[in-house]
């Protein structure tokens, strides 16, 4: 095992590259030319305007005021300052709640160092049976459990303090739970009215020989929920008309690339040397027609599949948003069981438009539940046959291991010189020094936002011509939750682990736990822009994750102690999981209904209040438009925004007229669905209906 | 291991007494005097009246047609022949679900048999592993797996065997789940109007300072559910009245026996020795005399305590059967959520009034809590625990041992001879004759019902006097499923586990699932007198058990491979739990909200067909009484029965205006609260009501 210097050094290491990282970021955020790679968000807000329009033509690019300079580091109080209400208004409260893991990880490891350092530590100080051992061994060793001799009384101490961590842990998780929920419950009471407060997602509409799917949705809704129905919106397979989308706007790219290229050099038109196979043979052709005419082919392409979708029965998946008059009848909907087969007419919440992946949304019952197996056999084999690499990895971690297989390290490693000899494989070591790399270094390295920052001025230089492309060059990205999340439930692993092992690794992970907080609550308030906003609803899936840590934590600890001939601890350690699984089902009893189900009496409060303020609201027109795909509300963008806009305003009744429903074939007797929508924009687009 | 004779005496031995037990039945079961204990069923349907009416007089009490004791089998077949669909009219759903059981046994296990005899019992018997071993060996242990050489080629038969049975286990559960569903929802479909399907039963009502249970419950449901809460009952704590009631029936039946006493010999008035302590000490009284005054006592301290329950409001529970007015709207209810806090008004589906176990309606959500945590952590340290005696029996079960340890049976064992000296635990030989004892002769036993015959002759000589109290001394008793179904599991892993070791196990469990199943159905025909009705809401246990004792016949087929050198099988082996939890989890969410929920559909339909037929139904009449605490219906059972029945049939306005309202503390606006109802039945009793 490694000593305290080496640890020293390896820590003194990555201090500096985190401290380089944070002087890097200092002098470009401050230059005017990054603007927006640093403070994306304050210019989506619309609170922030580009540098570059005013001032002398130096400090448009480069900040010249030296002072600035000086204070590198103070942007760490200032992204502590913004309280936390304004926090969820400035970046909603999927933000917020993300944070707060972080919080939660210093709320619980340090008290957990605190007693580990005061009480464990001089409980395995004061022994000497490493010295007695004839292995070789370092300062941290002695700190460890390792320096207990074998059967010895003072496993008490950890027997004791185990409960202690649980017991501390535990209660912790059961605050922040109760904090999350009730802040999820006050954000979703106080939320302005949004269409999926109304609508529920049906899924797995059977087939019908005699209806359509449109009808079919509407008479069932109609018969079943029949004093609750509003109107219903059927879901269209438009993956390849976006596919064409995405292609458009890729040539359009190209198109401008070449545009700019000719305007800064009009003597010499751009030629595309290539047109064949991977540019590998053809004519050459002039870019700017060419791409013109790839233009043309693809909006002509559009229109046809457009057309297509719209008249093709088949194009219709067996998936519905149906919208009901109150939010009583959309909770009542989305929380009972419609017909006698479960698999069904499913009904769930509609998540927000923003939040949905339409790619999937028709996916059968039955291709689910394969898919969930493939997944869990998937999931099996994998952690199963990555003990093999995992073995390989220990194996390599003993340092004269790694002078035997990759011997060219020799050098290398006979310099970073007094850990070689060392016997025991260093585990803990190992982790201290992954927490240094990846918690520290790599942490302060995400502030920088490396690729953000060179892709805006590529596209900056070659693409953008107005203000408009400038901002859609803009890339503020999103919080990371599915790679961030992992991360952190690493360090609550590890931290629980280790606590009672090795607390050295504590102060370690409470840095990478303090250092991350500062850093994501800055990027929050000034980068990432927000995809979507779920309420917090990932809560239950952390807490069950730190429960996990916690069980596997309190496994190992019994496993430890066996070998350690403290066996007699057995039947004490085997209550903390029970207990401890037991503590999980309470809370989900108690605090998980919040997240996954919405109170009747919620929903009735927010009814009654919204019909005595707007007792006139035209709540059809505010949700027809909502669940559309979104690739109709992108097509020819350019013209269709302004008529799209207008006729989103009109009231429900001027569309239904304005529309010939009875060309469609999927025509409804009601005037509830808004099947003809794509129809209607298209309509809307052509000069004598607007 | 014991030899095939061996166990040919035993089967011998347990065949005998099946058939001394069946012999003992026939003969029983003709004679007149028993008839009330072998057809009580009969007697309760009205189909079948006392045959001590007619007939000459040693006729009526036995049986002198000496050829019906000639067929004394042939109630056998005649168990057999009521068909499925009038079984459930004649004995409800739940007892024809329950025989299902037995027959899905079959199904599991005469397949399995007979591909263990033809495929892997020639594969055993042809080795000579236990000839070379030096071992003492049978007959029986060439048929098991013990006779495969470690290592061998041929343990791939037993691994394709292992998926062949869990295959076809699992598609005959997939079948029953599928079959059972669809009987079940049929059933539902089918069924009359009842109370529960318009009622949800709520509890934890928060306490609130300013209204009664009564009020608040009412107010939370006119202002949640508006359009379609109907009515209320809340629920009283009556657990002492009870008490009195049932000790006044005790009493009672004192007195009728001391009266009949009296009226056999008027000579002499009947004395009770000793009044006191345990009858140690104290004066003689007239027995006749004193047993009228307790009962006086008691019938004041009854009527003493309905006072009090009625006009004491800590005597309400926080609990209430909350009535809708249409199957939709407690369907609603009954699924969702319907407060904030998910600890409080929570609702449920409300069993059917006979299903409900009154003393256990209020207890909290945090001790509901706390004793599931309580008998989690009993069942893991009684499972934990009970590993000692279970080594202890193991240990006994070695034929050499039980010389050791009881040296007083040494001259019986070395009678039932040969098996002395073997020196291998005959665990499966231990099982087989478990089998015949306890599911051979149990069975054949349970037909012929000792005790409900000793206690009905008992009580008719002593209790009797008029036809009615014959009927109420007849106990049909009811189907054990609490102790039956455990039975069938036991059966079920027996099986499952040694169908891949030890096949020779298997014909006698598919006797006792024959056996069982004949047995059932002929006591479920002619005895059993169902308590309440589930609609066979059991089934997901069933199937879950079953799903269990299949993964953990795999685990141990794991071990056992493992120890046998087939190492290699371990991970084909490993894949067959992970597929049947898979196939678990695929059958919970496909068949399991059959049992669960209530679609919506299937309550839409039903409250239309009902509104087109019965478009002047009178709803809240029917539900009025419902469920009222039993012990107000039994109180005083003699003089308010007939006025309780006129008063359940008048429609609930002269209910209403007949009970002054306003003199009870928790009078209500709507009138829609039954709260009064202990009131109204007293009220109806006296004469000016009347």
Redesign the interface.
């Known amino acids: 095992m490694a000593t305290l210097s080496d640890i020293g050094l390896a820590a003194a290491i990555n201090i500096l590259s985190a401290f380089a990282f944070f002087l890097a970021f200092a002098i470009l955020r401050i230059q005017p030319v990054n603007d927006r790679v640093y403070f994306p968000k304050w210019y989506i807000k619309g609170l922030r305007c580009s540098p570059l329009a005013n001032g002398a033509f130096a400090s448009k690019f480069l900040n010249l005021d030296f002072r600035s300079y000086a204070r590198f580091l103070n942007w760490m109080p200032a992204a502590l300052q913004m309280p936390e209400p304004e926090l969820i208004d400035h970046a909603g409260l999927d933000s917020a709640v993300y944070l707060r893991i972080y919080l939660l990880g210093l709320k619980i490891f340090v008290p957990i160092a605190f007693l580990a350092f005061t009480v464990m530590v001089p409980v395995n100080w004061t022994n000497n049976t490493l010295e007695h051992s004839g292995l070789t061994f370092s300062e941290i060793d002695k700190l460890s459990i390792s320096n207990i001799p074998n059967g010895s009384d003072r496993y008490w101490t950890h027997l004791v303090m185990a409960y202690a961590f649980t017991f501390w842990t535990c209660y912790s998780l059961k605050q922040e739970y109760e904090i999350v929920a009730a802040m999820r419950?006050h954000f979703l009471a106080s939320e302005h009215r949004r269409p999926d407060q109304f609508t529920v997602l049906v899924r797995n509409i059977p087939p019908d020989p005699d209806e359509s799917v449109s009808e079919l949705v509407e008479h069932f809704f109609l018969?079943?929920?029949p004093?609750h129905y509003l109107s219903h919106q059927v879901v269209y397979n438009a993956n390849k008309l976006s596919g064409l989308v995405k292609e458009k706007k890729k040539i359009q790219n190209w198109l401008v690339y070449y545009q700019n290229k000719y305007e800064r050099n009009p003597s010499k038109r751009p030629l595309l040397k290539k047109t064949g196979f991977l540019g590998l043979w053809g004519d050459s052709v002039d870019a700017v027609d060419f791409y013109t005419a790839e233009i043309e082919r693809l909006s002509r392409d559009i229109s046809t599949e457009r057309e297509k979708i719209t008249n093709n029965p088949k194009s219709i998946m067996p998936a519905a948003f149906v919208s009901f008059k109150t939010r009583w009848g959309a909770?009542?909907c989305a929380?009972?069981?419609?017909?006698?087969n479960?698999?069904i007419?499913l009904t769930e919440w509609a998540p927000e438009p923003r939040d949905l992946y339409w790619e999937n949304l028709a996916i059968p019952f039955v291709f689910l539940?394969i898919r969930?197996?493939i997944v869990?056999?998937a999931f099996?084999f994998l952690t199963f046959f990555f003990m093999v690499p995992i073995a390989i990895v220990q194996s390599l971690a003993n340092v004269e291991s790694i002078e035997k297989t990759l011997p060219f390290l020799k050098p290398i490693i006979e310099v970073i010189p007094k850990t070689i000899g060392a016997s025991i494989p260093m585990k803990a070591t190992f982790f201290i020094t992954y927490t240094m790399v990846d918690g520290w270094a790599g942490v302060a390295a995400e502030i920088l936002r490396l690729k953000p920052l060179i892709m805006y001025h590529l596209k900056n230089f070659f693409l953008v011509k107005t203000e408009k492309d400038r901002e859609e060059a803009m890339d503020p990205g999103t919080i990371g939750f599915n790679t961030g999340e992992p991360q952190i439930q690493l360090y609550f692993l590890l931290g629980l682990v280790y606590a009672v092992v090795t607390p050295i690794l504590l102060p370690f992970i409470i840095v990478f736990f303090g250092l991350s907080y500062v850093v994501f609550r800055h990027q929050i308030i000034n980068v990432y822009n927000q995809e979507y906003e779920s309420a917090a609803a990932f809560w239950p899936d952390v807490h069950l994750r730190i429960i996990v840590a916690l069980i596997v934590s309190q496994l190992l600890l019994m496993g430890l102690l066996s070998t350690k001939e403290a066996a007699s601890s057995t039947p004490l350690l085997i209550?903390l999981p029970?207990l401890t699984i037991?503590f999980h089902?309470?809370c989900k009893?108690?605090?998980?209904?919040?997240f996954v189900?919405?109170?009747?009496?919620?929903a009735?409060m927010k009814d009654t209040l919204e019909r005595a303020r707007e007792p006139n609201l035209n709540l059809k027109g505010f949700l027809q438009n909502a669940y559309m795909h979104p690739v109709f509300k992108s097509v020819d963008e350019d013209d269709t925004d302004v008529a799209m806009e207008e006729w989103e305003m009109e009231p429900s009744l001027v569309a239904t007229k304005r529309t010939s429903k009875r060309s469609t074939p999927f025509s409804s007797k009601h005037g509830g669905s808004s099947l003809s929508l794509p129809e209607a924009n298209k309509g809307s687009s052509k000069p004598d209906n607007a």
């Open positions: 419950l018969v079943n929920h004093d909770a009542v929380q009972t069981q419609q017909c006698r479960p698999t007419w539940t969930r197996l869990a056999v099996f209550t029970v037991w089902r309470f009893e108690r605090y998980e209904p919040a189900r919405y109170p009747l009496q919620e009735m």
